[in-house]
């Protein structure tokens, strides 16, 4: 009789471990799936491991087997500790910090707000528009400078930054604003050779008007020693023939040379330096996709402390004001605006005001006013250099 309670307690055990595995089976599951969404694969392991040790602990106690209790015990926090260890990599990626294009509130800068950052004039406007105005939308990098263009010659209203006259959606979905007709006109750099191509398939010739000059700027983590590149030596990094910080003056560390996404304004600026050197693969990152695939993408900058990454100076220095970054001289001249004048600076960019057939009647009057004193003194107070 007793044998028969015995058996009944045990397989009662067996169920109650099974039914409370299996409840907690789906929460485990669903955590799974939101890591691998959060691109925190690395904490799988030890997911795994504390699911498969409550089990293990559960059986121990249920079934009394207290004869290889200590072993097991050691055995899972070996478990445990060898899975948090595999974490620490990912750790320390997920907490260093990020650079990105685009990554500024553009609310700071809208005209007509009373806290807009977005410059003024010292007088009255020469122009003004106040009907059928022309559609802008440009580079983030150049908002606050077509945002101010606009404040000086626009009626007053709001114009919120991602949709309405005067707007910002990047470099490389504003080209296809302008190329598809959606926009009058946009503020960037010169288009990328995938834009040109994709203007000449819709029959649409893009009329590029310098406005200003800016300098394309290749930064480093702060606490890297190295403090000046040659034009050579940052061809060199960028074709994969230089991949230590050593063969140029720093630490025995690998480079890590971040890129950005094709048609972006700062990798057409990188691939318009580089010439006819081949650019070597950027570092990628697995993303889940909305359709459950793992796709590569082009891995933002991280601040590594042998990370380069590359940007534009008004946006590093004024939008973004990253103090973890240190923006490189180059062949021993830095990145200022008396460097860029002078043109001491080797690697600088003109902006341009883009058009691409626009039937807009204040297209041609808007574009002379930008290039007039009072849309240069406006390039000028932003923080660009004009073309005077």
Same mark, same amino acid.
């Given at each position: ?6 058996? @009944? !307690? ?13 409840? @907690? ?6 955590? !799974? ?8 694969? &690395?904490?799988l392991p030890l997911l795994a491991v504390l699911y498969v040790s409550l089990g293990v602990l559960m059986v121990i106690r249920g079934f009394n087997q207290r004869k290889y209790e200590k072993v097991i015990y050691r055995v899972l926090v070996g478990a445990v500790v060898l899975s948090v260890v595999y974490m620490i990599p ?21 005209? &007509?707000?009373?806290?807009? #950052?977005?410059?003024? @004039? ?16 440009g580079a983030t990098a150049l908002y606050p400078v077509y945002s101010a263009f606009a404040q000086a010659i626009y009626p007053e209203g709001e114009y919120y930054p991602y949709k309405s006259e005067v707007m910002s959606n990047r470099t490389g979905e504003a080209y296809d604003n302008l190329i598809n007709g959606r926009v009058?006109?946009?503020?960037? @750099? ?25 300098? %394309?700027? &290749? ?22 023939? *230089?991949?230590?910080? #050593? ?6 560390? #690998?480079?890590?040379? &971040? ?28 993303? !889940? ?30 939008? $973004? ?14 990145? *200022? ?9 080797? *690697? ?6 883009? $058009? ?9 009057? %808007? ?22």
């Amino acid at each position: 009789m007793q044998k028969e309670k015995n058996k @009944l !307690a045990k397989a009662g055990d067996v169920v109650y471990v099974i039914v409370i595995m299996g409840l @907690l089976l789906p929460f485990v599951l669903g955590g !799974a799936i939101f890591l691998w969404l959060a691109g925190l694969l &690395f904490v799988l392991p030890l997911l795994a491991v504390l699911y498969v040790s409550l089990g293990v602990l559960m059986v121990i106690r249920g079934f009394n087997q207290r004869k290889y209790e200590k072993v097991i015990y050691r055995v899972l926090v070996g478990a445990v500790v060898l899975s948090v260890v595999y974490m620490i990599p990912g750790i320390y990626d997920k907490t260093r910090p990020v650079v990105r294009d685009g990554y500024v509130d553009l609310f700071e800068y809208a005209p &007509f707000t009373e806290t807009s #950052k977005a410059v003024t @004039l010292d007088g009255k406007a020469t122009l003004k528009i106040d009907d059928n105005l022309p559609i802008i939308d440009g580079a983030t990098a150049l908002y606050p400078v077509y945002s101010a263009f606009a404040q000086a010659i626009y009626p007053e209203g709001e114009y919120y930054p991602y949709k309405s006259e005067v707007m910002s959606n990047r470099t490389g979905e504003a080209y296809d604003n302008l190329i598809n007709g959606r926009v009058d006109l946009i503020f960037a @750099l010169a288009p990328s050779a995938n834009q040109l191509a994709e203007a000449e398939r819709l029959g649409k010739e893009l009329k590029l008007t310098p406005i200003g000059k800016e300098a %394309f700027v &290749f930064f480093v983590n702060e606490k890297n020693p190295v403090k000046s590149l040659t034009v050579d030596e940052i061809k060199g990094i960028y074709a994969g023939k *230089i991949t230590n910080w #050593k063969e140029v003056g720093g630490k025995r560390k #690998k480079i890590r040379a &971040f890129q950005r996404p094709e048609d972006s304004g700062s990798q057409t600026a990188l691939q318009q330096f580089m010439g006819d050197v081949p650019i070597v693969d950027p570092p990628v990152e697995d993303i !889940a996709s909305m359709m459950g695939t793992i796709i590569d993408q082009v891995a933002d900058y991280k601040n590594y402390n042998n990370a380069i990454g590359y940007t534009f100076r008004y946006y590093s220095t004024e939008m $973004t004001q990253n103090n973890s970054i240190r923006l490189l001289a180059v062949n021993g001249v830095e990145p *200022i605006k008396e460097t860029i004048r002078s043109g001491d600076y080797p *690697i600088t960019n003109e902006l341009y005001a883009i $058009t691409a057939g626009s039937d807009n009647p204040h297209i041609d009057a %808007f574009i002379e006013w930008v290039l007039s004193d009072q849309g240069q003194e406006i390039v000028e107070k932003t923080g660009y250099v004009s073309i005077r």
